[in-house]
């Protein structure tokens, strides 16, 4: 019985080969090999060294946080696998909005993009608010006095108006930006470099004040303590998906994303291990500070002054997770409006810098009120459920691809197909079933709003739904 109109409707996919030779808009091919891996690894080193190995070590897993961040970048690495084989097929902005659209169907593409849009803002404000607690610290190093209204968002603390660093920093990124992806990849890799160079300081010189017997005991939480820490460290290992969306400014996406994602994830995993045995090896667990981990490590050994150039480098190197989330954003809200899911409005590009000027400062802007105005422990609860969502679609899409059209020539092939997919899904449900009530009433909410705007707007004004084919040029005249 052939299918109904209503039926081919919801199921009906944007064709791989559609996609594929649709021309890229507006954007500019301009991102080598090198510096899509620094937006990767800029995206995924941050928050993970700077703050998480410590809380996580002194209040979870002990000197097992090292095994933590090992099980979630083995969880992490299984989606991706399944990110590098979707980046060599589709080379096309969107990530997993796009890989969803084209092996689930128009409804899930549509569904994983609105959630990315919510989650990848959030995280930016996250992180700009995590940076401004630095800078107020090495302010007051400093002994500069400022004014109580700028330090914090309402309610935290006396005087609090605004968090007025946070929020300036959202709309920093954006301008940056806007500047054009050559400009602003240029940027980011240098500030990559700088943290990189930063990170192996504190491994080289915290090496000679390892003290084995601070391994002892190595699960004092039990090994349940080491995975359950995991379900916390595994957001400081992905960032690699928010990378991935800029496939289409890369000069040949097809051989260079693939190996960029799995080379940032390679890189960043080496660094958060050896970081792991530094820390746990300078100070007992139960005496390091879960704020502070590596600046109290080096200062109970009397080097303050190497703690606080790792606060600076602290600073620089968790800015990089906010370009490389703000470029996600912008990327994916660009590509569904451009396949007509949201007003083609918004997929107008500059016409000499080659970038989603409009989109790209209303993300700023977006961010820098979330930043300024609410509580980090507030914003904090709008991310994680999306990009585990995401996970999951990717991970399901690439093993249905691969039966559905085994032949599509592929530059890269996730191995061990079923498996490696199934570890990505499996990990990815178990830490969704450890996200709060909260969460999950946010993300309903979230989720009748895009329900809402689907029904009434996107099916039918999607480029499948009006029949307009491959998307014309959005590049401003």
Known sequence: MPASPAMREIFRRKPIELIDDEPAGGLQRALGLWQLTAIGVGGIIGAGIFALAGSVAHD???????????????????????????????????????????????????????????EYTAIVAVVAIGIS?????????????????????????????????????????????????KAAAR????????????????????????????YTPYFPFGFGGAVTGASTVFFAVFGYDAMST??????????HL???????????????????LVL??????????????????FESVGLSGLGSLIAAGAIVGIMTVLFTFMLGVTRIWYSMSRDGLLPRWFAKTHPTRHVPTRITWIAGIV???????????????????????AFVVVCVAVIVLRYRQPDLPRGFRTPLMPFVPLVGIGFSIWLITYLKPET????????????????????RHSLLATGGGVPKSTAES
């Not at 800029?246 to 051989?255: H, N, P, Y």
């Not at 693939?258 to 792991?276: E, F, Q, R, T």
């Open 60 to 118: 979870t897993a002990g000197p097992a946080v090292l095994i933590s961040f090992l099980i979630a970048g083995v969880a992490s690495a299984a989606a991706a696998l399944s990110y590098a084989e979707f980046a060599g097929l589709i080379p096309k902005a969107g990530s997993a909005y796009t890989y969803g659209y084209a092996v689930l169907g128009e409804p899930v593409g549509w569904f994983i993009g609105w959630d990315l849009l919510l």
């Open 133 to 181: 607690g630095y800078i107020s610290f090495l302010l007051e190093q400093l002994d500069l006095s400022l004014p109580a209204w700028m330090l914090g968002a309402p309610g935290t603390g006396e005087g609090h108006h605004v968090d007025l660093f946070a929020a300036l920093l959202c709309l920093l990124i954006a301008f940056l930006l806007n500047r054009g992806i």
């Open 187 to 214: 940027f980011e890799t240098v500030v990559v470099v700088i943290k990189v160079v930063v990170v192996i300081v504190v491994i080289v010189a915290g090496a000679f004040y390892i003290k084995h017997e601070n």
């Open 246 to 255: 800029a496939a289409e400014e890369s000069v040949d996406a097809k051989r």
């Open 258 to 276: 693939p190996k960029a994602i799995l080379l940032s994830l390679a890189i960043s995993m080496v660094l958060y291990v050896l970081v792991c």
């Open 280 to 297: 746990t090896g300078m100070q007992r667990y139960t005496d390091i500070n879960p704020k502070s981990g590596l600046s109290s490590a």
């Open 367 to 389: 961010s820098a009120v979330i930043a300024g105005f609410l509580p980090i422990g507030e914003a904090a609860e709008l991310t994680n459920i999306g990009i585990l969502l």
């Open 440 to 459: 999950w009433a946010r993300f309903a909410i979230w989720f009748v709003i895009g329900l809402i705007v689907y029904v009434g707007y996107s099916r």
